[in-house]
């Protein structure tokens, strides 16, 4: 970070402990926020480019019990999400603020993405297992082991071009009861890539807890977010779009904003069309939980500022410009002046 941009970031900090997030009502009966959105909040001027101005952060339901793993259905015009400990899929309508659930036995899922078919693929807990539900209505197992042991419990998944289906496995569903079945973790963390032949091929372990994971716009580059030590953001370079080499850490999340002292991280990750990393943020409390937005290079510059830790979020409404953030009990919306990188 360059002195300039430090004293940028000292100077915001202020701005950001002093914004009224705690006594904020974000619900769809909630008073008019006056604009800018005060919670929106540029780290550094180029962040100014990415919000829209006269767009509120609204929460669009709560009641869950930990919601995560959101992704867009384009041709259903729907949003999809999982929450793990009720055992439900949930689904939002945005023609008129409908939310129902999908599934009401969908095995702790956790992440959720559609392919380029539209079929949705998610990762369950209960089951250690990444799952495709067809357009007929059954449901395809695409991975449950990897040299004859069960997966820890899939965790992320995201679909590159080539049909091949990445994601990870940090085991969290299976130490304890709660977001799935606690169990022995029987393979060493890591991330893995399904080919469209079935094959599972195991693309790094050299992460402590490999959680949410996300393409570069042109597919180059992958970003996996570590929940373990240290707590960090990193980026590798992907191969004919089956390999991963030169993993170095992009952002470290720990000790970021406020007085995090060496709490909080990352989980979910997702891409904009300029290659900014939009991340979740939580476990510390207010002035970090939220949405932090890192640039290519991996300067903060801008803090999407929630009351309740954020789990994971994607881009989504017919445009891309629309994002949808998974937050602990809740799910918010917020429109932003870029669009998502990848509808998936």
Same mark, same amino acid.
């Given at each position: 970070?360059?002195?300039?941009?430090?004293?940028?970031?000292?100077?915001?900090?202020?701005?950001?402990?002093?914004?009224?997030?705690?006594?904020?009502?974000?619900?769809?009966?909630?008073?008019?926020?006056?604009?800018?959105?005060?919670?929106?909040?540029?780290?550094?001027?180029?962040?100014?480019?990415?919000?829209?101005?006269?767009?509120?952060?609204?929460?669009?339901?709560?009641?869950?019990?930990?919601?995560?793993?959101?992704?867009?259905?384009?041709?259903?015009?729907?949003?999809?999400?999982?929450?793990?400990?009720?055992?439900?899929?949930?689904?939002?309508?945005?023609?008129?603020?409908?939310?129902?659930?999908?599934?009401?036995?969908?095995?702790?899922?956790?992440?959720?993405?559609?392919?380029?078919?539209?079929?949705?693929?998610?990762?369950?807990?209960?089951?250690?297992?990444?799952?495709?539900?067809?357009?007929?209505?059954?449901?395809?197992?695409?991975?449950?082991? !990897? +040299?004859?042991?069960?997966?820890?419990?899939?965790? +992320?998944?995201?679909?590159?071009?080539?049909?091949?289906?990445?994601?990870? +496995?940090?085991?969290?569903?299976?130490?304890?009861?709660?977001?799935?079945?606690?169990?022995?973790?029987?393979?060493?963390?890591?991330?893995?890539?399904?080919?469209?032949?079935?094959?599972?091929?195991?693309?790094?372990?050299?992460?402590?807890?490999?959680?949410?994971?996300?393409?570069?716009?042109?597919?180059?580059?992958?970003?996996?977010?570590?929940?373990?030590?240290?707590?960090?953001?990193?980026?590798? +370079?992907? @191969?004919?779009?089956?390999?991963?080499?030169?993993?170095?850490?992009?952002?470290?999340?720990?000790?970021?904003?406020?007085?995090?002292?060496?709490?909080?991280?990352?989980?979910?990750?997702?891409?904009?069309?300029?290659?900014?990393?939009?991340?979740?943020?939580?476990?510390?409390?207010?002035?970090?939980?939220?949405?932090?937005?890192?640039?290519?290079?991996?300067?903060?510059?801008? !803090?999407?500022?929630?009351?309740?830790?954020?789990?994971?979020?994607?881009? @989504?409404?017919?445009?891309?410009?629309?994002?949808?953030?998974?937050?602990?009990?809740?799910?918010?919306?917020?429109?932003?002046?870029?669009?998502?990188?990848?509808?998936?």
């Amino acid at each position: 970070m360059t002195k300039s941009s430090r004293r940028h970031f000292i100077a915001t900090l202020a701005a950001t402990t002093a914004a009224p997030l705690l006594g904020r009502d974000f619900g769809p009966g909630a008073a008019p926020e006056r604009y800018p959105d005060p919670d929106v909040i540029a780290l550094d001027p180029s962040f100014a480019d990415y919000i829209q101005g006269n767009a509120p952060i609204r929460r669009l339901h709560t009641g869950m019990l930990w919601a995560e793993g959101p992704t867009w259905n384009g041709s259903g015009n729907y949003l999809v999400w999982s929450d793990i400990p009720n055992n439900a899929q949930m689904r939002y309508l945005p023609e008129d603020g409908h939310v129902s659930t999908l599934r009401n036995n969908a095995n702790n899922s956790n992440g959720n993405t559609f392919d380029l078919n539209g079929r949705q693929i998610s990762c369950e807990h209960a089951t250690r297992r990444v799952v495709r539900y067809e357009l007929n209505g059954s449901v395809s197992v695409l991975a449950d082991k !990897f +040299d004859g042991k069960p997966f820890n419990a899939p965790n +992320d998944v995201v679909v590159h071009p080539d049909g091949g289906v990445w994601f990870t +496995d940090p085991g969290y569903g299976s130490m304890g009861d709660y977001e799935g079945n606690k169990g022995e973790l029987l393979l060493k963390e890591a991330v893995y890539r399904i080919d469209t032949t079935g094959k599972i091929e195991k693309v790094t372990d050299d992460l402590e807890k490999p959680n949410g994971l996300c393409f570069s716009p042109d597919y180059k580059k992958l970003y996996i977010v570590d929940t373990g030590a240290p707590k960090n953001i990193r980026v590798y +370079d992907v @191969g004919d779009g089956a390999s991963l080499s030169g993993g170095k850490e992009l952002a470290v999340m720990k000790g970021a904003l406020a007085d995090s002292k060496g709490k909080g991280g990352s989980d979910g990750v997702r891409c904009d069309v300029d290659g900014n990393i939009w991340a979740s943020a939580g476990w510390v409390g207010d002035g970090f939980d939220g949405v932090h937005v890192f640039n290519p290079e991996g300067l903060r510059i801008g !803090f999407i500022k929630l009351p309740e830790t954020g789990s994971n979020l994607c881009f @989504g409404g017919p445009k891309r410009n629309r994002l949808f953030i998974t937050a602990s009990q809740s799910l918010y919306t917020l429109y932003v002046n870029t669009t998502g990188a990848h509808f998936c």
